[in-house]
């Protein structure tokens, strides 16, 4: 079992940056891909970025691309979402996910932090 914490969010007005964490426990995530998922009120969870064990794999949503970087300490068994340039649609609460498979199985989940991007 793994247990997840995120941590970070808050309120910040657009073209702002936050940078969110995620502390895990329980067990090492050196050898899991690592994921971030948001989800905006009255949609559906959506994938933002992963990165794989190493860190020498990253993959972005396309609305965050360029914006947002994932990144990970495996010796703190933490992982990071750093986010630039903010945008009011950013707006949701964020996830911290562990994938064991590598192929896109998150097994397990934080229970969230709050992004709101003011206008």
């Known amino acids: 079992q793994v247990q997840l914490v995120e941590s970070g969010g808050g309120l910040v007005q657009g073209g702002g940056s936050l940078r969110l964490s995620c502390a895990a426990s329980?067990?090492?995530?050196?050898?899991?891909?690592m994921g971030w998922f948001r989800q905006a009120p009255g949609k559906e969870r959506e994938f933002v970025a992963r990165?794989?064990?190493?860190?020498?794999?990253?993959n972005y949503a396309g609305s965050v691309k360029g914006r947002f970087t994932i990144s990970r300490n495996n010796a703190k068994n933490a992982v990071y979402l750093q986010m630039n340039s903010l945008k009011p649609e950013d707006t949701a609460v964020y996830y911290c996910?562990?994938?064991?498979?590598?192929?896109?199985?998150?097994?397990?989940w934080g229970q969230g932090t709050q992004v709101t991007v003011s206008s």
């Open positions: 996910a562990v994938d064991p498979t590598g192929i896109s199985n998150w097994s397990y």
């Open positions: 329980g067990r090492s995530i050196s050898t899991y891909t």
């Open positions: 990165i794989n064990y190493s860190g020498g794999s990253t």
